[in-house]
């Protein structure tokens, strides 16, 4: 008889269908045209009702199938009954059916830690600019980010009626991601994406010293890793705090099961251990490929600026 899959490879299949739910409930909040938003510290700092549920959807569905896993999730929410009709209970067979690299196979419940952003992309959802909007579940264990799930609930909005909306993209370091095209960048092109509403004269002092042929302004950490990913810009670049955990965690994994590298600004790797601070103080660098080149670039006077 086969061996039952290893706990990495049931947490990631779980996390894909928990995701596919997400995106669901992203989707019928919008729909249904009452976002209930509220100001957490401003007005560049928003939550609705979308991320109150989607937290409480994918949190209590995946204590419930691994208790003893440490979930740290966006949102202070209060300990509220969840409603059964929030819980996803589903996996996705295809992830299960994969070999679990054989470094990850002994781990422990106790000693995974899943980051979750429940919308990467509030300011933008709450504008109507769907597309920049993912639901990110990140998975690490040591510190270090091993796999992830994003979600891209309005993936293929602008293609008309008929359209199939949505997608998930998965990744575990040692097998790959998968749920996307593969595409590096214009050879030869400097194109940064940045941040579209957090921006600062140290966040554009920072792209300038780098020479881009362009920039691309968007919202979201998730949408700026595809990005990359997909080929539509060869370097993420943002000096300054700001970012969080659960926002580069999951992205994480999936760049560099693909071979590309994420930092801070000082090449730092991010540690994901569950006592670690939220923050990621001192920004974030990111590109599929030619990181050396970027890294090599950013001026001391912007190092100075960002403590870790």
């Keep these: 008889s086969m061996a039952s899959p290893a ?21 019928n909040v919008m729909a249904a045209g009452d976002l209930g938003i509220v100001e957490k510290t401003g007005a560049n700092d928003l939550q ?6 989607v937290q409480m959807s994918i949190c209590a569905s995946l204590a419930r199938k691994f208790p003893k896993v440490t979930i740290i999730g966006e949102e202070e929410l209060p ?31 106790e000693e995974l830690v899943i980051w979750v952003d429940p919308l990467d992309g509030t300011k933008e959802y709450t504008e109507g600019l769907l597309d920049h ?11 270090k980010a091993i ?16 359209a199939v909306l949505g997608r998930t993209i998965w990744g ?9 095209q593969l595409t590096e960048a214009p050879p030869g092109k400097h194109i940064i ?3 579209r509403s957090h921006s600062s004269t140290l966040v554009n002092d920072c792209i300038g010293a780098l020479n881009p042929d362009s920039v691309i302004r968007v919202g979201g950490a998730g949408n700026k890793i595809i990005q990359l990913i997909e080929g539509k810009a060869s370097a993420y670049v943002f000096a300054s705090p700001g970012c969080k955990k659960w926002d ?28 670690v601070k939220h923050m990621n103080s001192a920004g974030v660098l990111a590109a599929l490929r030619n990181y050396d080149y970027y890294a090599s670039r950013i001026p001391n006077t912007v190092k100075q600026s960002l403590v870790p």
């Design 7 to 27: 706990l990495l490879m049931r947490v990631v299949a779980s996390a894909y269908s928990v995701a596919e739910k997400a995106a669901t409930i992203v989707r």
């Design 79 to 109: 300990a509220d009954e969840v409603t059964e009709e929030l819980i996803e209970d589903g996996h996705c067979e295809e992830i299960l059916k994969r070999t679990c690299p054989a470094q990850y196979t002994g781990i422990k419940e």
């Design 133 to 143: 909007v993912t639901v990110l579940i990140g998975i690490a264990y040591g510190g």
């Design 248 to 275: 580069t965690c999951a992205p994480e994994a999936i760049l560099h099961a693909v071979g590309g590298k994420i930092t801070d600004i000082h090449g730092n790797a991010f540690q994901y251990n569950k006592e």
């Design 193 to 195: 994406v940045t941040t």
């Design 172 to 180: 575990v370091l040692g097998i790959g991601a998968f749920g996307f």
């Design 147 to 162: 796999a992830g799930v994003i979600n891209q609930p309005y993936y293929n909005y602008e293609a008309g009626a008929d």
């Design 48 to 53: 609705t009702k979308a991320d109150r549920l």
